[in-house]
């Protein structure tokens, strides 16, 4: 009488490296999700660092920024872009070129941050002779 071992073991064989296969394409995702998570964290804090530095040298200023433009293109690295907008008691003006727009926007239009999980957003308020001024600086990474 003749077994069926080497099918069976064929089967058990055939069904372990299917679930090894299943377990490791699992593990490299959440790899990969932890990995762009904390490069969105990094640009995050880069962001804010970034604000923070301008005002500490008092490089924020409504009236220039080109400056601010200047001083953020030369800080990060050639794989990053950004955009920034300036928000004052009246409304949310979109910087482009170092010039603020002459549109005001309840809502800055510029980059809708939800739609892209790679867009990340820092906010930074300073007074200036009691009047609040605040910028939001949107990095992502070009690649």
Known sequence: MK???????FVELALAVIIVFIVLSGFLESEQ???NYKQNQNLRW????LLD????FEIINSSNFTKVETYIYSSI???TDFKIEYYNES???PINNGIISSLNFTKCPTI???TNSDIVSSFYTHTLQNNSESIRIYLWRKI
Do not use: I
């Open 53 to 56: 530095n301008l005002n500490h």
């Open 91 to 93: 409304g949310c003006y």
């Open 112 to 114: 809708n941050a939800t």
């Open 46 to 49: 880069q962001g804010f660092y």
């Open 77 to 79: 690295n050639e794989f």
């Open 3 to 9: 077994t069926k071992k080497g099918y069976a073991y």
């Open 33 to 35: 999700t932890t990995f």
